[in-house]
């Protein structure tokens, strides 16, 4: 688990929540974009004054010990979260709370768990950090259910340095992982911004990606095989680098969410930890130009770990530069060679199309004030502290990630900023502001990463953001894009992913539930039944 008190209603630990200078700054600055707005702070109930309603379960005796009903636990296995989970917390809305939540401590506990779910028809959701933004680990339908946390299963179990890959059980979070990793000078390399509170079994279950731009930065490409528990038996398929025989059963896990069984370890492909870095920020006067070198770099074999492009208004809110086109985050890393002449290259390729270096440098050099990078990338990490500051204050902060061909963009990107301006006209008057930035680039295409900051109203900005999620994911729906790039389906993509998925494909997977589940206890209502 990771170390500090971890909040039950928002992101992360409580301790590393803003501070009241942090927060008069960030309402300060949001009162600049937003004047009018009510900004009145609206903190979090205690666990003990909400109403939920006591266990309907009793546990056999042999895994009494296993499982616990106490009501705090309860309610921080409720919901993930997600903007409308933290501000239902904050509104001390306690429905759909699991019965029990369960932590096995080996292989074996999982399977007699799901032995007594089956056969007694319990629901039951597989947890990791519970960092999912899609439902997806919430008990959102009538009668019982029980919250498998994995948390105890968090070693890592072998690692083959010849071939570089460990064995790893889970339940482990991101940081407790790189520890174990770090003597020996490798590296999963696998960062999600939920790093610190996520864990490997979470990433596999939702095909997670990193926040590398290129190449293997989806945790699928780190995969090399897996152990899953299912009600049917376990599954597990062999260590191969690569293999033609037939369809991968890792990909039939991959992304299965819960739905399939529990995983309970992973072999993972490692690297050595990087030596050389280089990083660079580029700024453009026109979007079209900032996008065309974008997708140059994207297409010209150089692979960079970082090619984020920002939209002028992340630009301003999330780094502090004022840019008329965007601004480009490009960086390179290698354990084994100076990376520096790849800089050179993309720098020439983004020269091309009108860009201008602001920044430069490399992994020991000091950091130049104001270095755009360097404050985008702390921003990062403390954006979802941000985020719950100002769900407290009655905005509706909010996120959106697809993906589509360069071929298609430009028209995608308007209908999608089109269609969540629209919405935000008629669900908040008009007050808001939409951001873009680009979070991975692949050569045939970018993923698209939209940021929704609305003025909302106390008491309603569940059903307002509900609202304006729905607006833009029918226009995401309607123009060819992915419903999600990496945040997966869960419950609250449901209806969009339903329409995405081909027919034969939804029958092929709905037999596969049938077969591997066919009690169909495990995390009913996500991806299929
Ligand atoms: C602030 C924030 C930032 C985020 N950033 C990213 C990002 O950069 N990239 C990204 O991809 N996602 C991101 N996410 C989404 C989320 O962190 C990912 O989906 C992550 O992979 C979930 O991991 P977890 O361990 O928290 O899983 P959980 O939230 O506990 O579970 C997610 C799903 O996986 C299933 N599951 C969990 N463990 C297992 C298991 N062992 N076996 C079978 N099923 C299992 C659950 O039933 C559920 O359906 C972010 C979320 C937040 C709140």
Redesign the pocket.
């Known amino acids: 688990m990771p170390a500090g008190e971890r909040s039950w209603w928002g992101?992360g630990n409580t301790a590393e929540a803003l501070t009241a200078e942090e927060s008069d700054a960030l309402v300060a600055r949001t009162a600049a974009v937003l004047p009018g707005h009510d900004f009145t702070d609206h903190g979090p109930p205690r666990p003990s004054d909400l109403d939920v309603p006591p266990s309907r379960l009793d546990p056999p005796a042999a895994l009494a010990a296993l499982c616990g009903d106490d009501v705090a636990d309860r309610l921080s296995h409720a919901r993930?979260?997600?903007f409308r989970d933290v501000v239902r917390n904050l509104l001390g809305r306690a429905e759909h709370v699991p019965d029990l939540v369960a932590r096995p401590r080996s292989e074996q506990d999982v399977v007699d768990l799901l032995d007594w779910c089956s056969s007694s028809g319990t629901p039951v959701?597989?947890?990791?950090?519970?960092?999912?933004?899609v439902g997806?680990?919430e008990p959102r339908f009538e009668g019982p259910a029980v919250s498998m946390d994995?948390a105890g299963l968090d070693a890592v179990l072998e690692v083959d340095t010849v071939s570089r890959a460990a064995r790893i059980q889970?339940?482990i979070f991101g940081p407790a992982l790189e520890d174990r990793l770090r003597p020996l000078g490798l590296t999963l390399r696998h960062f999600?911004?939920?790093f610190a509170?996520?864990?490997l079994?979470?990433?596999l279950?939702?095909r997670?990606?990193?926040?590398f731009a290129t190449l293997a930065t989806h945790i699928d490409d780190l995969t090399e095989s897996m152990r899953v528990v299912t009600p049917a038996g376990i599954s597990e398929s062999r260590r191969l680098p690569g293999s033609g025989a037939g369809p991968s059963p890792d990909r039939m896990f991959l992304g299965?969410?819960?739905t399939l069984?529990?995983?309970?370890e992973a072999w993972m492909r490692l690297q050595d930890r990087p030596v050389w870095q280089v990083t660079a920020s580029i700024t453009f006067e026109s979007q079209e130009d900032a996008i065309a070198a974008t997708r140059a770099i994207a297409q010209s074999g150089l692979h960079p770990s970082n090619c984020r492009l920002l939209d002028p208004a992340e630009a301003f809110i999330n780094a502090g530069a004022s840019v008329g086109g965007g601004l480009l985050l490009v960086g390179f890393e290698s354990a084994d060679h100076p990376v520096d002449i790849w800089l050179d290259r993309a720098l020439e390729l983004a020269a091309g199309h009108g860009g201008v270096v602001k920044t430069r440098r490399s992994k020991d050099s000091a950091r130049p004030d104001g270095d755009s990078a360097s404050t985008w990338r702390s921003s990062f990490l403390r954006m979802?502290y941000q985020r719950d500051a100002l769900a407290r204050r009655s905005l509706i902060v909010e996120t959106f990630e697809t993906a589509c061909t360069w071929e298609g963009f430009e028209e995608f990107h308007h209908t999608i900023t089109s269609a969540a301006r629209a919405a935000i006209d008629e669900v908040c008057g008009g007050a808001g502001v939409v951001t873009c930035r680009f979070t991975h680039v692949y050569p045939d295409g970018p993923a698209p990463y939209y940021g929704i900051y609305a003025a909302g109203r106390w008491g309603s900005t569940v059903g307002q953001r509900d609202e304006i999620k729905a607006a833009v994911s029918e226009a995401i729906a309607g123009h060819g894009g992915t419903i999600t790039h990496?945040?997966?389906v869960?419950r609250d993509h449901r209806p969009w992913y339903d329409r995405q998925r081909p027919d034969p494909f939804a029958a092929a997977l709905t037999a596969a539930k049938t077969a591997l589940d066919p009690a169909g206890i495990l995390?009913p209502g996500?991806l299929i039944r």
């Open positions: 992101w993930g979260k997600a959701i597989p947890y990791g950090g519970g960092s999912s933004v997806g680990v994995l889970a339940g999600p911004q939920s509170h996520s864990t079994g979470g990433w279950a939702t997670a990606g990193g926040h299965s969410e819960g069984g529990v995983i309970t979802p990496h945040h997966a869960g995390n996500v």
